[in-house]
Each structure stands twice: as C-alpha cells, then as structure tokens.
C-alpha cells in the first residue's frame, strides 16, 4: 500500500507529512515518560524483520494481484502503540529513501495510512478488548485477523480519499474503492494470521514482552525473541524474498483497474521534479536490487520463480541494518531524555 508522489498533489502530501510528524512528536513525549531498556533493542529487531517481511509479495489467487505485510499491528502488539509508529515511520523512511519505495512526497501519507490506524485505532480499541488478557493462540488469531482487517481497510479508505482530495481525475472514488477495499481485504487475512503466528511464537519465547508492551509493564530477558526475530529478519531478507510475487501489489492493481494502464503519470510541477531528482540520488538500491537502466524502482526483475538475485539479498540484508540502527536510535535517544528529565 505504499503510495506514489504521483497520487498526490503537494498540498495534500504536504499537509499529510505535518499531520504525521505531529503524530510523531506526540509519541516521542510519550515515550520519553515510559522509557524502557528492554525496548530499544526490540524496536531495532523488530523493526528489520517488518522491512525484510514487507519485501514479500504473496500472491492473491484469481487476482493478479499481490500483497505484503504492513506491520503496523504486530509492531503496536510488541512495542506499544506509540514506539510501533516511530518503529514503522523508520521502515517507510529507509525504504522511500535507500530504496526507492514509496515518494518522498507521499512519506507523510504512508506513514499515517500505514501507522495511523493499526496503531492508535484497532489495536487498543479491537486487538486488545478481542484477545483479552491472557488470550488462547486461537483467541489471539482471532483478534489479529480482525484488528489486521480492520487496520487495512482503514488504510486503504485513506489511499482512496487522499488521492480523491488531490484530484487526481484518473481515478473516481466509485472504482477506486470498489477495488481497493476488496483486495485489502484478502491482504489482511494473510497479515493478521502472519501476526499471529510471530505473536504466539514471541509470547511462548517471553511472555513478559507481551506484558510489557503497554506502560507500566515488566518483562524478562529478550535475548531468545531477539535472536529469533533477528535470524527471521536475516534469512527472510536475505533469501525468502526470492520468491516474492511479480503481480502488482493491491495499490498497483487497483490503479491499473481503474485506468486500464499500468502506473499513474505523475502530476508534473517543480516539487515532484524535485523530490524525484533527490530520491534518484539518494536511493542506493533502487527497486531492491543494484542500479540497472533496465530495471525501475518497484519492478520485479524478469525470470523465471523463485528468482535467486544477489541484489535482492544485498537490499534486505542493507535495509535490515539500516532499519534496526535506526529504530535502535531512537529508543536509546528517548532513553536518554527520559533519564535526563527525572535526573
């Protein structure tokens, strides 16, 4: 679901990139007053298996189309609503920036259509009335494919009406959100039983990470639900997203559905010439693969599948790291803060 600069004018990304980063100070004081050590490193970890995961593309049968984990609810489940967002806004950056996926002008909008909802909304108010407080696996599947369903839908209705406001003409609501609902919502039954399935594994390695994930909560040690996550992030990125689909992901294919084309020309203008000269620049491995004249960011390369491709390896490993420095980052400056505030 990661948009396009083309889908947005710069009005709309504009005002979507402040509403995110407001969203994002508010989590960043929050923060500061529950720091938690145990977080840091969980933000980090978990942060590069959400980027390795978003790398997969399933296919949806009979659609030609695919789909790939947000991340957004299994990141509010283990982190808390607040540290999943700052967690989830660091994936999008790096992959916007290093990486060529989503624009630079639509950051804002995937950040809040992606983070918004899974973490503010269905988790505190679906997830965690529907799991409960110590939920079975089969009561906690269940809360995950709701929440995950729900968090999706939400996000989707976003995409439709940011690019409705930003009057992109190509693409009438009518259509648009006759394509883009239906197709989320298979993504988001493959999503939630995905983030049951590492919830589960996470609570029988450490059920104290699932205590600790709101404030006030205690956990003991992390090192197997690190190393576990860690290895999953290495190996997923590094060899799994080998076979990802080639369809086009839900976005994608709801666009082509709509304008009978593949890919939206972009409005045109300065700032989304700008911000495409700057993201050309700054991307090192543009589509997850090295810099090819032939290939465009976001294009799968051609072959047959699984598609062995060193490139792609490179991309989830590099984007792993990236992803956990950063979110690690984070966590230790709030930490930081919060310990020089109560000092």
């Not at 145990?38 to 790398?55: N, T």
């Not at 060529?100 to 950040?111: E, F, K, M, P, R």
């Not at 906690?140 to 709701?146: E, F, G, Q, R």
């Amino acid at each position: 679901m990661h948009m396009a600069d083309a889908l947005l004018s710069p009005a709309v990304g504009g005002a979507l990139w402040t509403a995110a980063a407001a969203l994002g100070v508010y989590s960043t004081r929050i923060l500061r007053a529950d720091a938690e050590d145990r977080r840091v490193p969980l933000m980090g970890v978990v942060g590069a298996f959400v980027f390795a995961a978003q790398m997969i593309n399933f296919t949806i049968p009979g659609t030609g189309s695919s789909g790939h984990l947000g991340g957004g609810l299994l990141l509010a489940i283990l982190l808390g609503p607040h540290a999943a967002f700052l967690t989830l806004a660091s994936v999008l950056t790096v992959q916007a920036l290093f990486f060529a996926d989503g624009g630079l002008l639509a950051l804002g909008a995937n950040v809040l259509n992606l983070g918004l909802f899974p973490c503010f909304v269905v988790y505190p108010l679906l997830y965690r009335p529907l799991a409960g407080t110590s939920p079975s696996p089969t009561r906690l599947t269940l809360a995950a494919v709701v929440a995950a369903v729900v968090g999706l839908q939400a996000g989707a209705l976003g995409v439709v009406l940011e690019t409705v406001t930003s009057g992109v003409s190509a693409l009438p609501m009518g259509k648009f959100l006759a394509l883009m609902l239906p197709i989320h919502l298979a993504i988001g039954l493959v999503e939630g039983l995905v983030t049951a399935a590492v919830v589960n594994f996470v609570r029988i390695a450490d059920p104290g990470v699932l205590a600790g994930a709101g404030p006030g909560g205690t956990g003991g040690p992390l090192r197997q639900v690190l190393l576990g996550l860690g290895l999953a992030a290495a190996v997923t990125g590094g060899g799994l997203a080998w076979f990802s689909s080639a369809n086009p992901d839900g976005l994608e294919w709801a666009v082509a559905g709509v304008t009978g084309q593949e890919g939206l020309e972009g409005q045109g203008g300065p700032v989304h010439a700008a911000l495409e000269r700057l993201q050309e620049k700054l991307s090192i491995l543009p589509g997850y693969d090295f810099r090819s004249g032939d290939i465009l960011p976001g294009e799968p390369p051609a072959g047959p599948w699984p598609a062995p491709d060193t490139g792609t390896s490179v991309s989830g490993l590099v984007g792993g790291t990236l992803t956990l420095a950063i979110a690690s980052l984070v966590g230790v400056l709030l930490r930081r803060r919060s310990r020089a505030a109560d000092s």
